[in-house]
């Protein structure tokens, strides 16, 4: 079982940066992809960011290309959103999730964060 704990939300201005991270709790942690997703009221889940866990290659939405960057540390089985200039329409729940396969379906991922809410006003 692996659990999945995000922290680095909170309120921002436009322009503003953030750094989210995903911190794994498991006996052993390696799966092929981490990603990230973003949720607002009423809205099924966007895909934001995946990564390949062992390569560290990336992906990201078209919506956030430029802006933000995943990266990741093997080591502390932990998984990092940089965001920066920061949107009012980035405000949402981020959530991490690790699964199998790198893929922009939620549902491809086996488990989820909680997630942490991120603001951003004009």
């Known amino acids: 079982q692996v659990r999945l704990v995000e922290s680095g939300g909170g309120l921002a201005q436009a322009g503003d940066s953030l750094r989210l991270s995903c911190v794994a709790s498991?006996?052993?942690?390696?799966?092929?992809?981490v990603a990230w997703f973003r949720q607002t009221p009423g809205k099924e889940r966007e895909f934001v960011s995946s990564?390949?866990?062992?390569?560290?290659?990336?992906w990201y939405a078209d919506s956030v290309k430029g802006r933000f960057i995943m990266s990741r540390d093997n080591s502390k089985n932990t998984a990092y959103l940089q965001m920066n200039s920061l949107k009012p329409e980035d405000t949402a729940v981020y959530l991490c999730?690790?699964?199998?396969?790198?893929?922009?379906?939620?549902?491809?991922?086996?488990?989820w964060g909680q997630g942490t809410q991120v603001t951003v006003s004009s």
């Open positions: 990564i390949k866990w062992s390569a560290g290659d990336t």
């Open positions: 999730a690790s699964g199998t396969m790198v893929a922009r379906n939620p549902r491809s991922y086996d488990f």
């Open positions: 498991a006996r052993t942690f390696s799966p092929y992809a």
